[in-house]
């Protein structure tokens, strides 16, 4: 089985700054790795998402994430946070056959003014 | 497209009554399903993964008897909470696997279920 870590739990952050969650997962084989967005009781929105390719990943809301093999990281970031993206972030890993997904803990991003 | 919908999106009960929750890919067929719990502050868990026509497969630790999973059709999966009691309460997520834009699978998230049993 799979294992993804989110290390925080919680990131405080103040509106305009850059912000950067980590995840780091656990596989030694070839893994999709995603990042999705949850609102206070909403389902999860799908950010951006890591199949192939360049290892630089663009999402939605001005967020990248970069998959990074040889240190089984796939880090969230965005330049410039607003207050809407006070929200739960979640990192997830899925092999290759989408059978089953991976979440991690999940991280608090919490913009101030 | 591959949008997936649940119902309802919100359902209180009492203790001892059974709750039945629908899961439906909108414009997709989707011959695999996956039903998650979130517990309060925590990430989610797969509590059992749903294939179309045949029985579902429960996580370890995930009772087949309390949580009952239907997947009828390629469009339809559900989930029912029986004798629901107040530990049961949580947030239900199901999701559905499709064939992607680039030829792939792609897995693709409900919004949600919040089941309060009192």
Redesign the interface.
């Known amino acids: 089985a799979q294992s993804v870590t989110q290390l925080d739990s919680q990131v405080p952050v103040f509106e305009e700054a850059p912000v950067e969650l980590r995840c780091n997962y656990s596989s030694s084989v070839s893994v999709y790795l995603f990042w999705y967005v949850q609102y206070p009781n909403q389902g999860l929105q799908l950010l951006l998402k890591y199949l192939s390719g360049s290892t630089l990943v663009k999402g939605i809301n001005g967020f990248e994430a970069e998959f990074n093999k040889s240190q089984t990281s796939f880090h969230l970031r965005k330049p410039s946070v607003h207050i809407s993206d006070t929200a739960e972030y979640f990192c997830a890993v899925s092999e290759t056959d989408f059978n089953k997904f991976y979440f991690g803990s999940g991280t608090k991003l919490n913009v101030k003014p | 497209g591959a949008v997936v919908s649940?119902h309802p999106s919100r359902v209180i009960c009492k203790s001892g009554t059974s709750v039945k929750i629908e899961c439906r890919s909108l414009d997709f067929q989707a011959t695999?399903m996956?039903w998650y719990r979130q517990f309060p502050k925590?990430?989610?868990?797969?509590m059992a993964?749903s294939n179309e026509g045949s029985k579902a497969t429960y996580e370890q630790g995930v009772e087949k008897d309390k949580f009952l999973i239907n997947h009828a059709s390629l469009t339809l999966s559900t989930l029912t909470v029986t004798s629901a009691h107040p530990e049961d309460s949580s947030?239900y997520?199901c999701?559905a696997?499709s064939h992607g834009a680039?030829g792939?699978?792609?897995?693709f998230?409900?919004?949600?279920t919040?089941l309060t049993v009192l």
């Open positions: 649940q695999t996956f925590k990430s989610l868990m797969l993964t947030f997520i999701s696997r680039g792939g699978l792609e897995q998230f409900g919004p949600g919040r």
